[in-house]
Structures are given as structure tokens and as C-alpha cells.
């Protein structure tokens, strides 16, 4: 059962931090930052930017949310299995 509860749990927390982040990126967008502060990273990387930010819509925001905890809930769920796998091989 812990085995259950662990792999629910970790599935959650990889999918909470990977969605908080694109979360994140929505509110420098709804701020105006988002383009700005792109920017400033790609120049300190000696790098001209080719991107553009474009306009905020909340169907494409809600979207990058949820497939983006889904893919974390999902690749902490592998993880859990593979720390599994190898705790019983060794």
C-alpha cells in the first residue's frame, strides 16, 4: 500500500512543479515581462532571439497547465517505478 500511496504521491508533486513553472511563465506573459525577460536571457547567452511572445489567450494558458502536469505527473511516475525496480535488484 505504501508502494500505492508513494507512486500517487510523487506522480502529484512532479506534476505540480512542472505545471507550476509553465504557471509561472503565463503570469510574466500577463505581466508583459515574459518577452523582455526572454530577451535578457538569450543576450546573456550572446544569442539573438528568434522568438516572439505572442498575445495571452486563456485556452492556450489552461492547455500548457494541464499537458504539462500530465507529463510530469506521468514522468514521476516512471520514476517511481524505475527507484522501485532498483531497490529490489539490489
Do not use: R
Not at 36 to 53: A, C, R, T, Y
Not at 67 to 74: D, N
Request: with cysteine; aromatic share 12%.
Amino acid at each position: 500500500m505504501e508502494s500505492k500511496d508513494q507512486l500517487i504521491q510523487t506522480g502529484l508533486i512532479a506534476g505540480l512543479c512542472l505545471s507550476s513553472l509553465h504557471l509561472s511563465w503565463i503570469v510574466l506573459i500577463l505581466l508583459g515581462w515574459a518577452q523582455p525577460l526572454m530577451d535578457f536571457i538569450f543576450k546573456l547567452h550572446m544569442l539573438n532571439s528568434p522568438f516572439q511572445v505572442q498575445p495571452f489567450s486563456i485556452g492556450l494558458a489552461v492547455s500548457l497547465v494541464i499537458i504539462t502536469f500530465v507529463i510530469g505527473a506521468f514522468y514521476g511516475l516512471v520514476f517511481v517505478l524505475i527507484k522501485n525496480l532498483m531497490a529490489k535488484c539490489s
